[in-house]
């Protein structure tokens, strides 16, 4: 009688634990899901609309921007992968037109950012003591930038996120 009385006893504490971890843990992130998600597709409405332009003193659209997939890259060295390193890349183009070239060339930007910063980094030149020096990646970025999409088409390339993470 008395196991019995164990067991009824850890089931009801495991049937409690179970139902305070799906109600903490999922039921929070669904109800945050479901409000989250009507705010974020206002808020992308909202970015399709704008296409990030930036208005100059006479509400002239000055430039826009266009942002990219995270590109991730590894760092190889004579024992392997020793870092890994996550760029995100926006790039600063002067109108709508280059915003949309850019928008339609973006996988070939991204296949020639990989080849050219996968080389650098492997070489270690755009490492200073294992910290990548962003000024440099920046200026290869701007220059494989003009030769994808021409020299007029994009003023400057902007690094919102660089994050190296050893492994």
Known sequence: MR???VAVVLLMLLAGGGAG???FYFSKSAEASVAGADEVAEGHEKAQKDKHAS???HGNSSYEFVELDPLILPIVDKNGVTQVVSLVIVLEVPDSAAAHEAEALSPRLK???IQDMYG???K???LKGGVI???YIKKRLNKVSAEVLGEDKVNSVLLQVVQQRPI
């Open 3 to 5: 196991k019995i009385l």
């Open 124 to 126: 270690h030149a755009a």
């Open 21 to 23: 971890a799906y109600f």
């Open 120 to 122: 650098v980094l492997n």
């Open 111 to 113: 296949d020639a950012y």
């Open 55 to 57: 208005k100059d003193a």
């Open 133 to 135: 020096q962003v000024d």
